[in-house]
């Protein structure tokens, strides 16, 4: 059984970070090239400006996080292929070479390195998982997760925030502005502080242009629907002790099917 598994691993690993690896590296030749990844994979590995230590540091903390859902849950979390395998990888082809162009933006390397850093990082959480006995499962639940959710919830919105503000006046004030609003509706900070330190540092190279006003309607829209389908109109009526119209309430339950 152990060996099936971590035959298994080995290739599921390979495929997946050959698929991550060079669709992150895709993505900073758009829009000539169409790119392949999520939007925070961008930003968080330009947060790390081509350091390969950050890059490492900062996939370490999402591991562990990774590494308890998979010993406690028998499942991974997104940040395996979003944050660990995309870093990890981008650090394994900077230590000799720092520059951006032949390294993390040349998909060929990140998907290489991301492939065999996918093999070593799926086979290493699914055959632990596999063996860590039910005991040692709850302790990690306990435990780690606690720890890692600190890290995420708390350390990393400071982090990018502080990148926000050292990025520029423009990207501090959007950062700030974005980063609350995402705390306030959806209970992490990093999204809005990502999207501010775009869209300051679009407005300081280019003005308002057309795309920067595209992307800030853009940005304004997702934080509405977002609220909205959260419930964030509702709580916010609430929390100023105002009664919720009916026709408000009945939209809401229509939508989520009561």
Same mark, same amino acid.
């Given at each position: 059984?152990?060996? &099936? &598994?971590l035959?298994?691993s080995?290739v599921i690993? #390979? ?15 758009? +829009? ?7 939007f925070?994979?961008? #930003? ?34 997104q940040?395996?292929?979003?944050r660990?395998?995309p ?19 040349? +998909? ?5 390195a ?8 799926v086979?290493?959480l699914?055959? @632990? ?12 639940v306990?435990?780690?997760? +606690? ?17 926000a ?6 990207s #501090?004030?959007?950062?700030?502005v ?13 999204? !809005?502080?990502?999207l501010?330190?775009? &869209? ?6 280019? !003005? ?10 853009? &940005? ?6 977002? !609220?909205f389908f959260r ?8 929390s100023? @002790?105002?009664?919720? +119209?009916?026709?408000?309430d009945h939209?809401?339950?229509t939508?989520?099917?009561?």
């Amino acid at each position: 059984m152990f060996f &099936i &598994i971590l035959l298994k691993s080995l290739v599921i690993g #390979g495929l997946v970070g050959v698929g991550v690896g060079a669709g992150a590296a895709r993505m900073f030749h758009a +829009p000539t090239v169409q790119g392949m990844g999520a939007f925070r994979t961008l #930003g968080e590995l330009n947060a790390c400006e081509g350091d390969p230590a950050s890059h490492f540091s900062f996939g370490l903390g999402f591991f562990f996080n990774a590494w308890a859902s998979s010993v406690a849950a028998g499942a991974f979390t997104q940040d395996v292929d979003h944050r660990i395998i995309p870093n990890w990888g981008a650090a394994a082809i900077m230590m000799k070479n720092r520059n951006l162009a032949e390294t993390l933006h040349d +998909p060929r390397k990140m998907a290489l390195a991301c492939g065999l850093i996918g093999m070593v990082v799926v086979a290493f959480l699914n055959t @632990t998982a596999s063996a860590v006995p039910a005991a040692l499962q709850v302790t990690a639940v306990k435990v780690l997760v +606690p720890a890692a959710n600190l890290l995420v919830n708390t350390v990393m919105p400071v982090i990018f925030w502080l990148a926000a503000i050292d990025a520029g006046r423009r990207s #501090g004030f959007w950062g700030t502005v974005f980063g609350g609003l995402a705390q306030l509706i959806m209970g992490n900070a990093v999204p !809005g502080l990502v999207l501010g330190i775009l &869209i300051g540092k679009g407005v300081e190279e280019s !003005g308002w242009n057309r795309v920067t006003k595209i992307m800030m309607a853009v &940005i304004v829209l997702l934080f509405v629907l977002s !609220g909205f389908f959260r419930g964030f109109d509702m709580k916010l009526l609430q929390s100023f @002790t105002l009664g919720v +119209p009916g026709w408000l309430d009945h939209i809401h339950n229509t939508l989520s099917g009561k």
